[in-house]
Nanobody, 120 residues
Framework: QVQLVESGGGLVQPGGSLRLSCAAS????????MGWYRQAPGKQRELVAT???????NYADSVKGRFTISRDNAKNTVSLQMNSLKPEDTAVYYC??????????????WGQGTQVTVSS
């Protein structure tokens, strides 16, 4: 079992910045990819950004040029630097990790989420 814990959410004014962090712990063998998703009330959870252990990155079009994802493979952490925040970025942000066990079984794990509110 793998546990993910997010931190760094809060209230920020439009144009401001926040940095989210996520740490994985537990029975970790290999985490191939980590990422961030977000969900606003009444909406589906959507991809924000993902990064593989090799450094391949995908961003949602809505955050390109504003958000930056990074990870520390040794520490099993992933961060999301969010700049030029807009009210449309308001959502609960969830960390996810794709874990492969010693028997090559892959599972997706999710954090509990952290609230990001962009408002003046």
């Amino acid at each position: 079992q793998v546990q993910l814990v997010e931190s760094g959410g809060g209230l920020v004014q439009p144009g401001g910045s926040l940095r989210l962090s996520c740490a994985a712990s537990g029975s970790i063998f290999s985490i191939n990819s980590m990422g961030w998703y977000r969900q606003a009330p009444g909406k589906q959870r959507e991809l924000v950004a993902t990064i593989t252990s090799g450094g391949s990155i995908n961003y949602a079009d809505s955050v390109k040029g504003r958000f930056t994802i990074s990870r520390d493979n040794a520490k099993n952490t992933v961060s999301l630097q969010m700049n030029s925040l807009k009210p449309e970025d308001t959502a609960v942000y969830y960390c996810k990790a794709n874990h492969r066990s010693t028997t090559s079984i892959s599972r997706l794990y999710w954090g509990q989420g952290t609230q990001v509110t962009v408002s003046s």
